[in-house]
């Protein structure tokens, strides 16, 4: 047998996983998703406050990338670096895959989709806000969101939020929305109450 | 391997640490243990009664000498009075019927006896035979014998794969100072009980087996004295035995002297435990800046494991000891450190034990503690700390690890609570609605964690593959008559028979699995306590 050194090849492997958890979240549809362990069982399951009920079972991911077998004894790092972003590129995709299906499906499932045809207008994202439920911070600043959308899609957004920002009617029409927001979000923390 | 394991093992043992396997070997030959003790002075040289497989009354002495023999000076002075007690004083326990007949005895040890030794004690038998008084005969039970009886250990139960037997070597090479390893042990205990087919006799073998085998991981915690740590061992070992009997359906008859002596064991390290820091308070004291910093959670720790000691005694009527237990626990009161979610287990261990020797506020004030903390973090004033405990998964060390890894290396959520509920449902119990109507916007903002199993007996296991996490949101507003009709009711077809039928191991198996944290369990055990006298 040849000698291996594995009190080493731990630490390298430690190295190994770091690297690409961190090549995941730069290839990740939404990098700053809360990441969290699941210590045990096969799903999670939410229980909303209406009492329903929106299962998830657990899913396995797998990422595979081949390479010759004379690669492997190249001990150039960069080529090992490389295989390494070929997979967690695998991995993000699947995870946005799985995040798109999951959200999309609880969307279409609460009538929260919002399907439309030509470019995007601020009625359409005014429209988007009306929507959704909005928390806020105690400063009253609204809880930020997380959009996840094409090139052509980001780009069209945001010459859309530059125009409600800068044309007093779209601005208008922007802060009468977050300002219902902001009472509804009050209703619901003044319904915090235990009553009887 | 093996065998050269428990030679070795038995060299080293002292005579507490193979007191618990000695039973559960004379349990594989057929006797009924009656009485186990704690090695005290009260009971006349007796540390072990039993009934053998014919009926006679069976009282062992035992002696440990680690990799020794017994000489004659050792003899004479120590162990001649107390084999004269052994076979001199007759037997009295509530389950013995006085019927005029002798007991047998027995003197055991783990070493040899020096010639002399052995000659002294065949001329004394033959002496009380030919006086006529052959009750005084004292059998020897020797290493050797000690050895066969070890060998008749159903080996085919053991760890035969490579990497499970690996797993009992490391646990039987720590040192016995540290915290036991409750992965490796649950690990262990799942590669000894999670098998497919075993014949109906097998059933009761393996259940001592597998106990001789947690006795022999945890020798040196034993010769260490390291109690808390035989105590968590001992309740992982019922608690995996117990998903073992609900799963293969065995009947109590074939397995209630083995978790009976575990059980005992369990108690009988707690009072160990309760003797050594009494009278000594100074071994509770902090040994440097160290040990300082970690001190307060130590103790919270510790005060959870004797007020539930506190808890066995006033069930089973000890008032006395109990009283006593409570005033040397108001000590704890000031350094109490809630390290993450999973201190929950021994507050509430310690509420119950308050609840039921004290009619006063205290108890109720201290439930009413945990509450507040565990919903601090949602409280207005407390809208953007980062202040919040870790869940329950995390045990004792891992949080105090946490609190001192820069950066922190678990991330939870705020949001969220295992324990939240549960106290609420506590605080429901004892009529609290005002307190409740005060703190539920901060309450009702926590997203409640909790298990749904698919098998009530899985949340035996240390973690389970089956079953779901569930997180809850809850309704805004909320209705007192909701909840506290929820609270009153408990939904104990959840929960696995043997807990059920054995009440009082729901107190320690929450310290020891913090993260099993239940409700129904905690209101089942709550109903219990309070409807005993």
Known sequence: ??????????????????????????????????????????????????????????????????????????????????????????????????????????????????????????????DMYRRITLDFYHDGQPHELAMFSGPEMTQAYGLIMERIATEPELKREFAEIIDLKRKQWNVRESNRKLVG | MLERVIENWLDKASEKSFQVPFCYMLVQEGHTIIHLTRHTLTEYGKDIITRDPDGNICAFQLKGAPGGRIGYEKYRSEILPQLLTLAGIPVTHPSIQNDGKYHKSYFVTNGYLEEEVGIAIETANEGHVRNGLPHMVVKTILRGEMLAKAAKIKL?????????????????????????????????????????????????????????????????????????????????????????????????????????????????????????????????????????????????????????????????????????????????????????????????????????????????????????????????????????????????????????????????SKFESHYVETLMELLIREDQKWHLQQLWKPYSRILIKSFRYDRPCDRYQWRTSRGHEVTTVQPAPQSWGVISKGAKVIDDGKLPNCMKRNPLFIPVFLMVYPHRIDKEMVKFFDNWLRKRK
């Open chain 2, 156 to 412: 085919e139960f053991l760890p035969s794969d490579l990497r499970d037997f690996n797993l009992f070597l490391e646990l039987y090479l720590e040192d016995g100072t540290g915290m036991i390893n409750k992965h490796k042990i649950a690990a262990l205990l799942e590669s000894l009980y999670h098998k497919d087919e075993f014949k109906a006799k097998e059933k009761r073998e393996l259940i001592s087996s597998v106990a001789i085998i947690i006795s022999l991981i945890t020798a040196n915690h034993a010769n260490e004295g390291n109690h808390l740590a035989l105590v968590e061992a001992w309740t992982l070992f019922l608690s995996y035995t117990y998903e073992f009997i609900e799963v293969n359906g065995i009947t109590p008859k074939f397995y209630e002297q083995e978790i009976q002596i575990a059980f005992d064991t369990i108690i009988n390290e707690l009072e160990d435990l309760m003797d050594e820091v009494h009278p000594d308070q100074h071994v509770l004291q902090p040994i440097g800046p160290a040990d300082n910093l970690i001190h307060s959670a130590r103790m919270t720790w510790l005060l959870g494991y004797l007020a539930y000691l506190g808890t066995y005694y006033l069930v089973n009527g000890k008032q006395g000891r109990a009283a006593e237990l409570s005033i040397f626990l108001r000590q704890f009161e000031a350094v109490i450190d809630i390290y993450g979610e999973a201190a929950f287990a021994p507050m509430l261990s310690y509420y119950w034990f308050c609840r039921k020797i004290d009619t006063g506020p205290k108890p109720l004030e201290s439930l009413k503690l945990l509450f507040n903390t565990a919903i601090a973090p949602m409280r207005d004033e407390a809208a953007d700390s980062s202040v919040f405990l870790s869940d329950p998964y995390q045990g004792v060390e891992e949080c105090l690890i946490n609190r001192f890894s820069e950066p922190r290396k678990i991330e939870n």
């Open chain 1, 1 to 126: 047998m040849v000698l291996r050194f594995n009190e080493v090849l731990k630490v390298v492997n430690k190295h190994i996983t770091e690297y690409l958890d961190g090549a995941i979240r730069h290839y990740a549809a939404l990098p700053k998703m809360p990441e969290r362990v699941v210590p045990e069982g096969n799903g999670v399951i939410t229980v909303l406050e209406n009492g329903q009920e929106a299962d998830v079972e657990l899913r396995k991911m797998e990422a595979s990338a081949t390479r010759k077998l004379e690669n492997f004894v190249d001990p150039d790092p960069e080529k090992i670096y490389g295989l390494l972003q070929e997979i967690a590129f695998q991995i993000a995709s699947q995870q946005q895959q799985l995040l798109m299906d999951k959200v999309g499906g609880a969307a279409d499932e609460v009538g929260n989709s919002l399907a439309f045809k030509g470019n995007l207008t601020p009625q359409h994202v005014f």
